[in-house]
């Protein structure tokens, strides 16, 4: 067919491959823009001391999140029986920017290691899929994280 096309009108048919090629690069492009999200890891936001900039974020399945050592102190841990089966350990280095790809859809719960009893903490849900609740419900959070767990498990 596209054989055809081309002995018959070559003009044509290079018109309509461009054009596939411009619609399809800017699709990806929008996707990609949607993609990764960047989380920074501040001491003070408001009336809040040790949190995370966004304490929720959704991305899709491949999707990156950044965490920017703002202030340094910080890290990122995935909180054990916080993610979905089949995710590994996650826990980053104090005060340096760190970064994970999230390739297993459902919520991922994290805290900041030395101030998960100050309330940082943060959820990541990925690909809209919340089948792990029930697990997220079943953390043991601890001191001022407790309210917060409580308010961000209301709002999914
Ligand atoms: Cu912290």
Redesign the pocket.
Known sequence: MLKNLNSFNPILSKIILIFVFFVSSSLFSISAKAADQTVE?LNKLGKEN?VFSKKIVNVDIGDTVFWKATKS???VEFIKGGVPAGVDKFRSKLSKDTEYKFEIPGIYAYW????KG?G?IGFVIVGNDKSNLDSIKKIKFMGKSKKIALELIASL
């Open positions: 890891m040790m102190g910080h890290n900041c290691t030395p101030h100050m940082m």
